[in-house]
């Protein structure tokens, strides 16, 4: 596709369970990031892979999150032994380049009961 | 500090008026600065985006930047109901290292 794609895009999980969150950003895009938006609330950095480089992951809450880039290309989120606090729209954006414009995906909202 | 604030509003401005949105940055070695737009239940979609000090126009929207001043605003003309939604900025702090403010919401009245 020509856009940013992630899955799924609601998941309803109970607490303690871990979920996956799959980001498919726009081919040829170096940079990817992932953040976190809770119900009226802004954007909350979570992590960054800029091509091959170590991910910036100084946003990421605690060591239950953890993300990777397989292949410089689809990224995937993983919260383990999900909290109630955890609900919140995950939203994946990846950028080309030197502009620094991102493009978002439509998000995954998960709700954690 | 946090990296990128914004007031949270809301704003709200009759139509037709002009609705004034500011933003400051803790990093002075931050290279480009950007304004998106989100809907209710949407993902934000970038406006504008300015990297020179002074004034950018695009349409009846205008960035400005001050970089002595670590100040980002942007100002909409004319401002329209449709323009009511929360306005994001973000500042790339270098290598593409993206970092939002919380947004400020804006409503347009008719």
């Known amino acids: 596709g020509a856009g940013v794609s992630q899955s799924p895009s609601n998941k309803v999980t109970e607490k303690g369970k871990d979920v996956e969150l799959r980001c498919d950003p726009i081919?040829?895009?170096?940079?990817l990031y992932w953040y976190r938006q809770s119900l009226g609330q802004g954007l909350e950095f979570l992590i960054y892979?800029?091509?091959?480089?170590?991910?910036?992951k100084s946003g990421l809450p605690s060591d239950r999150f953890s993300a990777e880039r397989t292949g410089g290309s689809v990224s995937t989120l993983t919260i383990q032994r999900t909290q109630q606090e955890d609900s919140a729209v995950y939203l994946c954006?990846?950028?080309?380049?030197?502009?620094?414009?991102?493009?978002f995906g439509e998000g995954s909202r998960l709700t954690v009961l | 500090q946090k990296e990128v604030e914004q007031n949270s509003g809301p704003l709200s401005v009759p139509e037709g008026a002009i609705a004034s949105l500011n933003c400051t940055y803790s990093?002075?070695?931050?290279?480009?600065f950007f304004w998106y737009r989100q809907y209710s239940g949407k993902s934000p979609e970038l406006i504008m985006f300015?990297?020179?000090?002074g004034d950018k126009e695009d349409g009846r929207f205008t960035a400005q930047l001050n970089k002595a001043s670590q100040y980002v605003s942007l100002l909409i003309r004319d401002s329209q109901p449709s323009d009511s939604a929360t306005y994001l900025c973000?500042?790339?702090?270098?290598?593409?290292?993206?970092?939002f403010g919380a947004g400020t919401r804006l409503t347009v009245k008719p």
């Open positions: 954006a990846s950028s080309a380049g030197p502009t620094g414009e991102l493009f």
């Open positions: 300015i990297y020179s000090n």
């Open positions: 081919s040829g895009h170096t940079a």
């Open positions: 892979f800029q091509g091959n480089s170590a991910p910036d």
């Open positions: 990093d002075r070695g931050s290279q480009s």
């Open positions: 973000a500042v790339n702090r270098y290598n593409n290292d993206m970092r």
